[in-house]
């Protein structure tokens, strides 16, 4: 089975030593996506803007996999304080409300102290 490996160009791929996404068959695996702008390198204070960055960039690299977001089977969020949960339900709502993946929510610390939000996805074809 041919792997390949997707990245967005992030600092923190080469530093933790992991890929954005990795393509094994018809599966695509995101990573862990946190809200930065990884062309500024920019991290908005709000968790929404947070949220909607993470799954900009969730898009970007299923589509340089060859792959979409209604290919998503799978996904999982972490955010960093229940509070944070209804605004982030809403941008989730809003992208996922037809393609409806199996999901986790998990209330947790992340790596940076700015990080609020985190969502890693699973992908498959005709799934």
């Known amino acids: 089975m041919t792997r390949r490996l997707i990245s967005t160009g992030s600092p923190f791929e080469k530093k933790a030593g992991y890929s954005r996404a990795v393509v094994s068959g018809d599966r695509c695996h995101v990573a862990g996506t946190t809200g930065y702008d990884y062309t ?8 929404a803007a ?6 900009e960039t969730i898009t970007a690299a299923l589509e340089e996999a060859g792959f979409t ?32 993946p199996a999901a986790t929510m998990i209330v947790a610390g992340l790596a940076e102290e700015e990080m609020k939000v985190e969502i890693d996805v699973t992908a498959e074809r005709g799934g």
Do not use: C, K, W
């Open 50 to 55: 947070q949220t909607r960055n993470a799954l």
């Open 40 to 47: 500024t390198m920019v991290m908005p204070d709000d968790v």
């Open 69 to 100: 977001m209604a290919d998503v089977v799978r996904a999982r969020y972490v955010v960093t304080d229940r509070a944070h949960i209804p605004a982030v339900y809403d941008v989730l709502g809003h992208t996922f409300a037809d393609i409806r």
